[in-house]
């Protein structure tokens, strides 16, 4: 089932960033799924989407008030009768013919006959018969000081007046059909990150699933006898596992779905039935730890076997990589110091699951050195961990490979190419964010 990669090991940084986008490369076949909008958040548009309906889906009023012809209002104070009343959710068959008014609540439909609303606001209920006795319509709140206004449902009496206090134009305060989007418009583009803004306008125009990428699945496995999970005492010579917790949350922060985070003591059986069980459940596996040169490799010494490439890559930290291609799946392993399983991903993983995922790029971008570099190893690409300050970055860690609480301070990777052996502050170098 197995099949030893074409390629020889690669060496440079560059070579193996471009085999691991190869290895992952077919991942990006996949169909696009259908998933539910209320579980899209996050997720990148497979297509476009364009709108099965009209946004205001009929003519609305934009607010608490009366539906009027502008014409019966262009001089005021003006007295009219009010022949209804369409809370929001009515259907609002009312019409209002000359000098009538229809009381309409805000997203209520407004009544054939009206081209205008009258905020309550601007209005003064009369109420008539016994002396004309106007009543100041003192809020917006429905109900409020308004006296007996026709309830909801019930028909007006011919007693119920408005005086209207200040005229409006036809089509103020009316918000027209299709004028947010139009059927068939676009609600929004392929490739789009959906947000809670774009979840929204997928929500108001009513659709209960969009197309959406598919997320890359990943199982990660750790290995080492001296790994504990946290939250264990720890016995001599045992420390935390904390790459498996690590390399899940940088999968998941760039779209990954990881599927398992397992831990593997340092014997081959154990490994190598772990590794059969991520080839099945996943698109990709990472493996953290034994690749190096120690006297207990199990990632080496089960995958090189079965085709696994090991090999120095000309970067540090995370020198020794390897990959395998194990049942048509990519086993990327990573060195197993922490900053080394971090910077790995970062330099030689992320950019491809994020691409794959149709996520943007993560940024590489140029600043000045605020302060020299003494020293930095001849032939290999150095990753520092920086802080950027105003336009300039500043290193915050040394280079040791376990400084994993160092690596935290830092927002970024400075890179320092492999021919380099020192820079003098104010020197540009890349650097790419976390
Ligand atoms: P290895 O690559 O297996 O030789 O491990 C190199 C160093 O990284 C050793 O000090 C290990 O204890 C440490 N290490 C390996 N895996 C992990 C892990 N999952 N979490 C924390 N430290 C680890
Ligand atoms: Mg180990």
Redo the contacts with the bound molecule.
Sequence with gaps: MNHRPASSPARTVDDYRATVAGLLAHLADRPAESVPVTGALGRVLADDVRSPIDLPVFRNSAMDGYAVRAADVTVTPVTLTVAGLVPAGNPGAAPVGPGQAVKVMTGAPIPPGADAVVPVEDVRRVSDGHGAEAVAVAGRARGRDEGPLPRRGADPTPEDRIVVERGRDAGEFVREAGTDVRVGALVARRGTVLAPRHIAALAAVGLPTVPVVRRPRAMVI???D??RPAGSALAPGQ??????IALAAALEADGVTVVRVA?SVDDPAVFAALLREAVAAADVVFT?????K?DF?VVKDVLAPLGGVFGPVAVQPGG?QGYTILDGVPVLSF????V??MVSYEVFARAALRELGGLPAPQVREAPLLGPIASSPAGRRQFLRGVVRGSGVEVVSGPGS?LIAGMAWAEVLVDVPAEVTSLPEGAPVRIWSL
């Design positions: 750790t290995t080492g001296e790994l420390i935390f596992d904390s790459n498996g831990h953290s730890g034994g690749v190096s120690g490799e020794p060195p197993g110091n922490p080394s399983t376990h």
